[in-house]
């Protein structure tokens, strides 16, 4: 059997399915729970029981993950909250598992344990993203809101370590902890693992824009590439996880109000009660997967976002660097309450860049 690059595989999947408009990669938020409150979480406001025990049960995940994979596609992200929280996190990652798909699993390791990790070193994901805002204590339990969770996240990323896992440490910069990016860094770098930082912030999904307020400066920004106009390379500045290829029909015009990687239906987006939903910013229209053919399904979502464009009176339209603006459809409407509202940071970062 002929080995290849993972780097080509992945081109040559996603390039082959997306001819044919069918989605290469499924982020499913297994559930909104996390042990953590963290202040500049978009999905905290339903971070609570009430919330939490409408989610799916097991017998539900596992039917969607069948119809996933019945889709074709491959990528799979169990993200949430943290997906770690659901007391069948174990029976779902094996399920999943056992169907062949890729798996990368987003955490904060607070939930991270022995029993978890012992199964993973056997059966490991493609990847776990794990995100670390505070190497301080004091810091840490400032933007997580919760006593004592410092001491178990470290003790989750040490036992991810320790069972030799492949691992990926973000770090979601805010105004809490830019001055102590540095010491993060150097915690991450002793690890021998890349320094991430990612600098977007939206409103929450419930209409809270907190999580605005703790956005750093468009300048403060830029210095995190050494202040280097031509790039932001030293920021994860991506919301995709897999190579982003040509878009095609309205994804390729000027006047497409989306011009990310959903328009190129490159993947979809389940939330913890069986939506299929545009991305994660936005949670209308909603189809639900329990009731819903999924390929019906990916159609009608990919359509929503296809026709969309930019009206005549938008002032994103002859934007000089639009091209290079990180605004899109999604943040401003948790922001403003419309798919093309202009948030000022965006514009300002934009200009900067």
């Known amino acids: 059997m002929q080995e290849i690059k993972y780097k080509i595989f992945s ?43 409408k989610e799916l049960n097991t017998k539900e995940v596992k039917f969607i993950l069948d119809n996933v994979y019945k889709q074709g596609i491959l990528w799979l992200c169990f993200t949430g909250g943290d997906p770690l929280t659901r007391p069948d996190f174990l029976e779902l990652y094996k399920y999943a598992k056992n169907k062949g798909f890729i798996i990368t699993i987003f955490t904060n390791a607070y939930s991270m344990n022995k029993k978890i990790a012992e199964y993973l070193k056997d059966k490991p994901p493609f990847i776990i993203e794990v995100t670390l805002n505070a190497v301080m204590q004091d810091l840490y339990e ?3 809101q919760v006593k004592g969770s410092f001491s178990k996240a470290m003790r989750g990323i040490n036992l991810i370590l320790k069972v030799s896992l492949p691992l990926k440490i973000k770090t979601q910069v805010t105004r809490d902890n830019f001055r102590e990016l540095p010491q993060i860094k ?21 209409g809270d824009l907190t999580p605005c307020n703790l956005r750093i400066s468009p300048q403060e920004v830029l210095s995190l590439n050494g202040n280097k106009k031509s790039s932001l390379d030293d920021c994860d500045l991506s919301t995709n996880h897999e190579p982003r290829l040509p878009h095609r029909q309205a994804g390729t015009t000027n006047h497409a109000l989306f011009r990310c990687a959903i ?39 990919l359509n929503w976002v296809r026709v969309r464009h930019i009206t005549d009176n938008s002032k994103c339209q002859s934007c000089s660097v639009r091209s290079i603006c990180y605004n899109c459809p999604g943040k401003a409407l948790l922001e403003t309450g419309d798919l093309e509202g202009r948030i000022n940071w965006f514009c300002d970062l934009a200009h900067l860049v």
């Open 11 to 53: 081109f040559r999947t996603h390039k082959k399915n997306l001819r044919k408009d069918k989605p290469n990669v499924c982020q499913f938020e297994l559930t909104f729970g996390c042990g953590l409150h963290c202040k500049h979480c978009y999905s905290d406001c339903y971070n609570k029981a009430r919330y939490i025990k």
């Open 142 to 144: 400032k933007i997580s």
């Open 186 to 206: 150097k915690f991450v770098k002793s690890l021998g693992l890349r320094f991430r930082p990612s600098v977007f912030l939206y409103g929450r999904l419930d």
């Open 263 to 301: 328009a190129g239906g490159d993947g979809i987006h389940i939330d913890p009660y069986g939506n299929m939903l545009p991305c994660n910013c936005i949670r209308e229209p909603k189809l639900n997967l329990l009731k819903e053919n999924i390929e019906e399904a990916c159609k009608k979502i």
